[in-house]
């Protein structure tokens, strides 16, 4: 398929995609070269060049994997294609069966809130979506918490979806629930088969190739990309994505909805929604909003 020296495929793929993907100013650290689990060519150069481009280990070996099923497909080595078939990925051949319920393909602006006061407020200024992320250990709070949030949306077009509480969101009748990559590595499949029956929705939180092949195991209703910009909130494990990033994932799994999180303010709005995200969800322009209300009613026009 191709007789190129490794290192030439590998200056090849940089000098492709550094603009894009490490631009002076906001780049990414290199990072060590991982492990190979092939020896093809292909992969072995996408590996070191994905390292060198700032994407972290377990991405790297996602995007060399697919590199190489491209190459393989094609029957040609192309420097400047960066991978974004579902199929290269190992993202084709679902069972519709055992998919998650949709919702819509444009959950529009997406509230986190962090009581069931915010987000009954929230759902009476008109944020389309709302997410409960109520912090507790004690059981009986989240429950009450949960059941509240979900009677606050009462009477609104709101959306109500609940972090991590899955089975209190079950019991309480909410839309939906959240989850991070560590939840859903923690659910058991019986606690998948629960929620999948119950009729919730699901969301699971993603942050690079890997987590997003991993999310679509169990075929959610929607993936959040990100954190896109960098964020205070909570403690990250990977580095802020960034835009080029968010819109390589969005060509790649646009077969489900999607939400743009982390960091994301209202002049950033454009530039989000220019990837084709059908949400953007926001945490700190709300909450911390001096008018929570007037903010969310100028993060809804930013929306159109």
Same mark, same amino acid.
């Given at each position: 398929?191709?007789?190129?020296?490794?290192?030439?495929?590998?200056?090849?793929?940089?000098?492709?995609?550094?603009?894009?993907?490490?631009?002076?100013?906001?780049?990414?650290?290199?990072?060590?070269?991982?492990?190979?689990?092939?020896?093809?060519?292909?992969?072995?150069? !996408?590996? @070191?060049?994905?390292? =060198? %481009?700032? &994407? +972290?280990?377990?991405?790297? $070996?996602?995007?060399?994997? *697919?590199w190489q099923n491209q190459s393989q497909r094609t029957g040609q080595f192309d420097a400047a294609h960066w991978p974004?078939?579902?199929?290269?990925?190992?993202?084709?051949?679902?069972?519709?069966?055992?998919?998650?319920p949709q919702c819509p393909r444009a959950l529009g602006l997406y509230?986190?809130?962090?009581?069931?006061?915010?987000?009954?407020?929230?759902?009476?200024?008109?944020?389309?979506?709302?997410?409960?992320?109520?912090?507790?250990?004690?059981?009986?709070?989240?429950?009450?918490?949960?059941?509240?949030?979900?009677? !606050?949306? @009462?009477?609104?077009? =709101? %959306?109500? &979806? +609940?972090?991590?509480?899955? $089975?209190?969101?079950?019991? *309480?009748?909410?839309?939906?629930?959240?989850?991070?990559?560590?939840?859903?590595?923690?659910?058991?499949?019986?606690?998948?088969?629960?929620?999948?029956?119950?009729?919730?929705?699901?969301?699971?939180?993603?942050?690079?190739?890997?987590?997003?092949?991993?999310?679509?195991?169990?075929?959610?209703?929607?993936?959040?990309?990100?954190?896109?910009?960098?964020?205070?909130?909570?403690?990250?494990?990977?580095?802020?994505?960034?835009?080029?990033?968010?819109?390589?994932?969005?060509?790649?799994?646009?077969?489900?909805?999607?939400?743009?999180?982390?960091?994301?303010?209202?002049?950033?709005?454009?530039?989000?929604?220019?990837?084709?995200?059908?949400?953007?969800?926001?945490?700190?322009?709300?909450?911390?909003?001096?008018?929570?209300?007037?903010?969310?009613?100028?993060?809804?026009?930013?929306?159109?």
């Open positions: 398929m191709t007789e190129q020296p490794i290192s030439g495929m590998v200056d090849a793929i940089i000098a492709a995609h550094t603009s894009t993907f490490a631009p002076e100013g906001s780049r990414l650290p290199a990072q060590p070269t991982p492990a190979a689990t092939s020896q093809d060519p292909v992969y072995l150069a !996408a590996l @070191q060049a994905c390292s =060198a %481009l700032g &994407f +972290i280990a377990i991405d790297a $070996q996602c995007l060399a994997q *697919a974004d078939m579902p199929q290269d990925f190992g993202l084709a051949g679902a069972d519709p069966q055992l998919a998650f509230g986190v809130l962090p009581s069931a006061e915010w987000v009954g407020r929230m759902a009476r200024a008109g944020v389309p979506t709302v997410q409960l992320r109520f912090k507790s250990e004690d059981q009986n709070a989240i429950r009450h918490e949960v059941a509240a949030a979900v009677q !606050a949306v @009462q009477g609104t077009n =709101a %959306l109500l &979806f +609940i972090n991590d509480h899955w $089975q209190a969101a079950i019991d *309480a009748g909410a839309y939906g629930i959240h989850v991070g990559q560590e939840d859903l590595d923690a659910l058991e499949g019986a606690q998948l088969n629960a929620i999948r029956a119950s009729g919730l929705r699901l969301g699971v939180s993603t942050h690079g190739y890997a987590e997003m092949v991993r999310a679509h195991a169990v075929q959610p209703s929607y993936i959040a990309l990100g954190a896109v910009f960098p964020t205070t909130l909570k403690k990250m494990e990977t580095a802020p994505q960034g835009v080029a990033r968010l819109q390589a994932y969005v060509r790649l799994m646009q077969q489900y909805p999607l939400v743009a999180i982390g960091g994301i303010a209202a002049e950033q709005f454009p530039a989000i929604l220019a990837t084709g995200v059908g949400s953007v969800a926001v945490v700190r322009a709300l909450v911390n909003a001096p008018e929570p209300e007037a903010a969310a009613h100028h993060l809804l026009a930013c929306m159109r």
